[in-house]
Structure formats: structure tokens, C-alpha cells
């Protein structure tokens, strides 16, 4: 397995958001069951890709597109964020997003916190960046603690998730 991270180019960006929401569609359907709904819309996708402090990249092994990552990296904070991570569901549990996102933090050495979060049933998420990756869960959102960044949608439960932060021990 070889994992590299290609800077995402203007021809790869609708695969690139069609390939993000069938991995989030895919979670929330093996969570809740089938939704008419798109639970990733691409509104939400093209807002990340679109922010000022933006950075998105493919994730490939051996040169097959396997993945994505978007981050918000700010120059003078080095307060960063993960804004969007997914792995093809086809290569779950083989070590690609480990490798990816160690990839990312050596790309961004100056970096003192690292900030994401993820909805309270993404499981196999929470294991991924407490276990593997070495963040901390720092905040719990819920319909008592709302999450100022996001909207309410209190009926299917996606109020709840997880704030995590990463900080980097050489700063």
C-alpha cells in the first residue's frame, strides 16, 4: 500500500463531493436505515471547499482515488482543522486514513491544535481519531449544548456530535 495526498484539482472536485456523500450516506444508512434525504449535501461540501483557509486532497493508494481531506490551516494560529475526512467504505479497516492523516501532520509541522468533529453515531469515527489518530474529545453537542456552528435538527438526531482536538506535543 502506497497512500499519497494529491492537492484537489478543479476536473476532480464533483467526484470528489460524490465520493464524500456516498461514504457519509453510507454510515448514517447502516446507522438509521435508508434516508430519501441526503445527509451530506453538497451545499455543505462546496461551503468547505470554498472557505478562505481551505485545502482540500485526494487520498490515493498505489494511484487509486480512495478518499478525501479538507482542512482549514491558518498561518498565524496553527489552530487547524480537519473540516471533511472520508475513506471509500471499500477500504475501511486497511490502514489508509491512519497513514493519510499522518501524511497531514507531517505536511503541517508548525500546527499546535488540531480541531474535528464528527455526529455521535459515526462509531467507527470515534474510534478513528481517539484511537488511531490521538485526539481528545473536548465537547459533547446536544439539544443542551448546541453546537453555534450548525444548524438544529433535533427530529434525527444529528443535534448530537462530538468536538475533538489534537494537541501537537512539539508545540
Not at 446507522?31 to 481551505?54: A, C, H, Q
Not at 482515488?65 to 482549514?72: D, E, K, M, T, Y
Not at 501532520?105 to 470515534?126: A, D, G, L, S
Request: hydrophobic share 35%; net charge negative.
Amino acid at each position: 500500500m502506497q497512500i499519497t495526498l494529491e492537492l484537489l484539482e478543479k476536473e476532480h472536485k464533483q467526484q470528489f463531493i460524490k465520493y464524500n456523500q456516498i461514504a457519509f450516506q453510507k454510515a448514517y444508512t447502516e446507522e438509521f436505515g435508508e434516508s430519501d434525504e441526503m445527509i451530506l449535501p453538497e451545499n455543505d461540501i462546496e461551503n468547505s471547499l470554498n472557505r478562505e483557509k481551505s485545502v482540500a486532497y485526494r487520498i490515493l493508494n498505489n494511484g487509486v482515488w480512495v478518499g478525501g481531506i479538507i482542512l482549514s490551516i491558518h498561518k498565524i494560529t496553527h489552530h487547524n482543522s480537519l473540516d471533511l475526512f472520508f475513506i471509500n467504505p471499500d477500504v475501511h479497516s486497511k490502514g489508509v486514513g491512519t497513514k493519510a492523516w499522518a501524511m497531514v501532520e507531517k505536511m503541517y509541522p508548525e500546527t499546535k491544535v488540531w480541531e474535528t468533529h464528527t455526529p455521535y453515531f459515526e462509531k467507527r469515527n470515534i474510534h478513528f481519531y481517539v484511537n488511531k489518530c490521538g485526539f481528545k474529545i473536548v465537547e459533547f453537542f446536544n439539544p443542551r449544548n448546541q453546537d453555534p456552528h450548525m444548524p438544529h435538527t433535533s427530529s434525527d438526531g444529528l443535534d448530537y456530535s462530538f468536538r475533538f482536538e489534537k494537541v501537537m506535543i512539539n508545540h
